[in-house]
């Protein structure tokens, strides 16, 4: 009777991915819990009328690191927005620049972009994915802004050279930190 049961054929089965695991969450939560740190402490230092926003930083790493679906990507954004919530500024507006933001970083995530062996994509995607996410919000603003809403929005000039500047400082943070975390969590 052993004998039977160590002669039978084994079969290795895949289990299909259905959603974010706890490791997931995890890295998520404390990766968003850190870009609001940085967002605290170096937006207090680096402060030129609006500070950096690092929690786009974060989300561009955490979509890099865990390669959500679409729709979890966009739910990371907009928990962003929601963190960004507690920040001064300009209320409620984070909640459709995060989620563009983290939308465009989901599907460019997905085009591959490598120069050689070195991958330009965290670079890449998330200079673009700041961008979208700056543009978005100075548009909703200045439509709110025109609509009639009580905000005074920040001179055109001084935005694109703090979204310019922003979307660098993300690109760079990102690409620094993508290889040696992809290897410390073994993906």
Do not use: W
């Given at each position: 009777?052993?004998?039977?049961k160590a002669t039978e054929k084994r079969e290795v089965v895949?289990?299909?991915?259905?959603?974010?695991?706890?490791?997931?969450?995890?890295?998520?939560?404390?990766?968003?819990?850190?870009?609001?740190?940085?967002?605290?402490?170096?937006?207090?230092?680096?402060?030129?009328?609006?500070?950096?926003?690092?929690?786009?930083?974060?989300?561009?790493?955490?979509?890099?690191?865990?390669?959500?679906?679409?729709?979890?990507?966009?739910?990371?954004?907009?928990?962003?927005?929601?963190?960004?919530?507690?920040?001064?500024?300009?209320?409620?507006?984070?909640?459709?620049?995060?989620?563009?933001?983290?939308?465009?970083?989901?599907?460019?995530?997905?085009?591959?972009?490598?120069?050689?062996?070195?991958?330009?994509?965290?670079?890449?995607?998330?200079?673009?994915?700041?961008?979208?996410?700056?543009?978005?919000?100075?548009?909703?603003?200045?439509?709110?802004?025109?609509?009639?809403?009580?905000?005074?929005?920040?001179?055109?000039?001084?935005?694109?050279?703090?979204?310019?500047?922003?979307?660098?400082?993300?690109?760079?943070?990102?690409?620094?930190?993508?290889?040696?975390?992809?290897?410390?969590?073994?993906?």
């Amino acid at each position: 009777m052993e004998n039977e049961k160590a002669t039978e054929k084994r079969e290795v089965v895949s289990v299909e991915r259905k959603g974010l695991g706890v490791g997931d969450m995890l890295l998520i939560g404390i990766l968003l819990a850190a870009g609001a740190v940085l967002k605290i402490f170096v937006g207090s230092v680096i402060n030129f009328g609006m500070k950096p926003n690092f929690i786009i930083a974060m989300y561009c790493l955490i979509i890099l690191l865990i390669r959500p679906k679409f729709h979890e990507a966009a739910i990371i954004g907009l928990l962003s927005g929601v963190i960004c919530q507690f920040f001064p500024g300009q209320p409620y507006i984070n909640f459709v620049s995060e989620l563009v933001g983290a939308s465009v970083m989901s599907l460019l995530s997905r085009v591959p972009m490598k120069i050689g062996k070195i991958s330009a994509q965290p670079v890449v995607c998330t200079f673009l994915s700041t961008l979208s996410s700056g543009f978005t919000f100075i548009g909703v603003m200045y439509l709110m802004y025109y609509s009639g809403f009580e905000i005074t929005p920040t001179p055109l000039a001084i935005f694109m050279a703090i979204i310019f500047g922003t979307a660098l400082i993300n690109a760079i943070i990102v690409q620094a930190l993508c290889v040696p975390l992809k290897m410390a969590l073994k993906k």
